[in-house]
C-alpha cells in the first residue's frame, strides 16, 4: 500500500512509488536521485519532515517534500524496482 514518506517509521527500508507533486518538486527529487522504485533508508521520521539515505548520500526533506513522495515498504511487490541497483533485492546504502 502507497503512503508518504513521513508515515515510515525510523529504520524503515521503502522504495519510491511516485511523487506527487508539481513540476519543481519533482525535479527536484529525480535530481536528489529519489526515482521510482528507489530504494530509501528511513533515517529519522515524523510529520515535520524526514532524513532519509538515498543512493548512498544522506538527504533531509522538510514535511512538504516528504509528504509528496509516495512509497512502498520495500518487500512489497507492489510499485516499481531500481533497474540501476544490483542484486535481486536493491537495498538502500
Do not use: H, W, Y
Not at 11 to 25: F, L, T
Not at 54 to 78: F, H, N
Amino acid at each position: 500500500m502507497q503512503k508518504p514518506l513521513t508515515d515510515f517509521p525510523t529504520g524503515s527500508v521503502v522504495r519510491i512509488a511516485g511523487i506527487d507533486g508539481g513540476r519543481q518538486a519533482r525535479s527536484r527529487m529525480l535530481a536528489m536521485g529519489m526515482t521510482p522504485g528507489c530504494p530509501v533508508t528511513v533515517l529519522a521520521g515524523g510529520p515535520t519532515g524526514c532524513r532519509v539515505r538515498v543512493r548512498g548520500s544522506e538527504v533531509v526533506l522538510c514535511c512538504g517534500l516528504a509528504g509528496k513522495i509516495m512509497a512502498v515498504a520495500d518487500d512489497s511487490d507492489e510499485g516499481p524496482r531500481c533497474n540501476c541497483c544490483s542484486g535481486p533485492r536493491a537495498r538502500a546504502i
